[in-house]
């Protein structure tokens, strides 16, 4: 029977170009379906009655749901291109990190994100803090996964791409030269790897959203 | 044969996941009771990021968070497995896993709140118990059939801290009539040997959930006319 692939996605989604990436660094033909989360589909409802969430993905009839979950399945079921380590102490580091990015890391960027004036400052400080454990993983390596993308890299991989927004909607630099050399060069190697920079959602569009979020919660901070 | 150490904390229900996971596979430890909320210099040591417990040592490197560990110990001694070998069902456990530990604090919310916010806070809990029983349980004995397995362990603590934890903060909310397959399978997990011989004691716990809510009552503000 050919596999039968199809991933349920929403074009700006962070973690639903997790599986775009982990699908295409491994080779796999798949159909796209794009969800409007304000309207979801009939299907969707379906295949995540839990959560309701993008990204699922569909293999063969079969519903896998919540981004590192479907990473580990794609890794499990096709095994070119490794993503995760072999060893289990390497993929508990992994699987660790994934999650601070995921929880302590990104709660802080959202904060930066939604604050202003001294409250920002404070932000941007915890939020350095946080960028600089998650640099330290990286040691002298091109990538978190060694010398090619693993699952760490597409893990922090929204970092790459919503980070240098979220500077160009402040006015401020979070991820500096200087100050997270090792950082700032796996967040242009990652981009400039050519299956990764093939997927980005559009950049202005990315910016218009950001920003009216931005605005709707300093909005909302005012009037309280 | 690498040494294993555990540090952990009596009534913390995230210790007892790595206990039972431990023993369920046979797997010989040293046991390190952290004094919280003092925190040993070997703990900030090895979990300096979260600075928390449970970690677990395995010749001498370090790993932190509950489920993060529960996985590692799967691959690592992989008698008695306690995940599904299919991919696709191990992928759902890895789901419901994921999924206990997202709701944690939805599930706590009613011990920290009193009043209109408890009842608030009860409601929430109740649709995802009932998830929980409608489509994690569904007709089998355990989460992960007809044995246990990390799905059962991630929960593990609704099994007897929940009802610990009802106590303390004045509430029923798992009951037999209105949540029956969950009931029962409290009933089972609490009847398998190694769970039953790993718990803390029921006093202890009842005492320690007792001074904290107290604390944390302490600090909510009551609006004059409630």
Known sequence: MAEELKLFRTWSSPYSLRVVHALKIKGLEYETIFEDLSSKSASLLQYNPVNKKVPVLVHNGKAICESLVILEYIDETWKQCPLLPRDPYEKAKARFWAKFGDEKLSSSIWNVLISQGKEQEEAIAAAVQNLKLIEEQLQEKKFFGGEKIGYLD????WTANLI??????IDLKLVD??????????????????????CWPPRDKL?????????????????? | M????????GPSPFSYRVIWALKLKGVKYEYIEENLPMKSPKLLQHNPVHKKVPVLVHGGKPISESLVILEYIEETWPENPLLPKDAHEKAMARFWIRFAEDKYPTLNTFFRTVGQDQQLAIKE????????????????????????????????????????????????????????????????????????????????????????????LSCIFIPNGH
């Open chain 1, 154 to 157: 597409i893990a922090f991989g």
């Open chain 1, 164 to 169: 240098s927004i979220l500077e160009e909607i």
């Open chain 1, 177 to 198: 030269e200087e100050k997270l050399p090792l950082l700032s060069a796996w967040m242009q190697n990652f981009s400039d790897d050519p299956v990764i920079k093939q």
């Open chain 1, 207 to 224: 910016v218009v959203k950001f920003q009216a979020m931005r605005e709707s919660n300093l909005k909302t901070v005012l009037s309280q």
């Open chain 2, 2 to 9: 690498e040494e294993v150490k555990l540090y952990g904390f």
């Open chain 2, 125 to 216: 809990a109740l649709k995802v118990l009932q998830i929980l029983e409608d489509q994690a349980l569904g007709n089998n004995k355990f989460f992960n059939g007809n044995t246990v397995g990390l799905v059962d362990i991630s929960f593990g603590w609704l099994a007897y801290w929940f009802d610990c934890i009802e106590e303390t903060a004045g509430a029923k909310i798992i009951k037999s009539n209105n949540l029956p397959r969950l009931h029962e399978w409290i009933k089972n997990f609490k009847q398998i040997p190694v769970i039953q011989e790993n718990l803390p004691s029921r006093d202890k716990l009842l005492a320690y959930l007792k001074t904290k809510r107290e604390k944390i």
